[in-house]
């Protein structure tokens, strides 16, 4: 990668230590005012990493046609979700963006044509994890959609491209849960897992600890219990988008590793 690309962000960023990469398996939004076991999880990671200059989130609950990233100064709290209690509306997010920061990954990305888009803004799977790690919201952040019309392993390549940010003290997270069947929970399994969650789960930390990145791509279609876990991608996804920047002889740390519900497992890791 070519440091001279990054020169706009140069003069305002110090150069760093390599900052971490991290997946948060974010759940419901009711989490952004609870106090549990993830929560703490969340809270704790924050507490071990460096503060970074600013934070790249690439979120499952925002795909478009094409890649965007938000270019606003102040972005919007977007409450995406109803039938939650009012507390959960009230909570606003306020952390700056980062317009030059979009700039500089439209120009950084060279496998697809980015947009810079100023109508997004923070959506839960962001903000409501986000909040946790950074809760004085002084860390600016930005967020990178979700093109439909990539393949899991184009996605993966457009992540690796975000490398060289990593050395600017840029924090990539990638918001999402490995397993993610909304249809299939069982509300009467708090804390645990139908047969075919756990399969997908563990087969998925199998591939993370083997650092064999190639079976990502098809992971949802290895049988009935991987399509079960993954019915649809974009929750899936941003966990590609984390293990694409993992460099050799980085260690992955998994945390919060819990199904809850029977069909959705909150299964987060850190990167280096």
């Not at 496998?111 to 409501?128: A, I, N, P, R």
């Not at 979700?146 to 990638?174: F, M």
């Not at 708090?190 to 399969?199: H, K, L, N, R, S």
């Not at 083997?210 to 290895?222: A, C, P, R, T």
Request: proline share 6%; aromatic share 12%.
């Amino acid at each position: 990668m070519d440091f001279n690309q990054l020169k706009s962000i140069t003069s305002s960023f110090t150069s760093t230590e390599k900052m971490p990469v991290l997946f948060l398996g974010h759940g419901s939004p009711m989490n952004a005012i609870e106090e549990n076991i993830f929560v703490e999880g969340w809270r704790n990671i924050g507490k071990s990493i460096p503060k970074p200059n600013a934070i790249i989130c690439i979120s499952a609950h925002w795909e478009t046609k094409g890649t965007k990233v938000t270019a606003l100064q102040q972005p919007k709290t977007i409450h995406d979700f109803y039938g939650f209690p009012q507390a959960l509306f009230d909570v606003q997010y306020p952390a700056p963006g980062s317009p030059e920061l979009a700039d500089e990954i439209k120009n950084l990305i060279k496998t697809s044509d980015v947009e810079l888009d100023k109508m997004w803004g923070f959506d839960h799977g962001s903000w409501s994890v986000i909040k946790f790690l950074y809760p004085e919201a002084d860390v600016p952040m930005i967020e990178l959609s979700l093109d439909v019309y990539k393949t899991p392993k184009q996605h993966y390549e457009l992540a690796k491209e975000l490398n060289a940010l990593r050395r600017k003290g840029v924090l990539i997270v990638g918001s999402g849960n490995v397993v993610h069947n909304l249809r299939a929970m069982d509300w009467h399994n708090p804390t645990g897992g139908f047969d075919w969650a756990i399969e997908a789960n563990e087969t998925f930390k199998d591939i993370v600890r083997s650092n064999d990145h190639q079976q990502l791509f098809n992971f949802f279609e290895k049988g009935p219990a991987f399509n079960m876990a993954v019915p649809s991608l974009e929750h899936y996804l941003p966990s590609i988008y984390s293990l694409a920047l993992q460099e050799k002889d980085e260690e992955v740390t998994l945390f919060n590793d819990q199904l809850i519900y029977g069909s959705l497992g909150m299964l987060s890791f850190k990167i280096g």
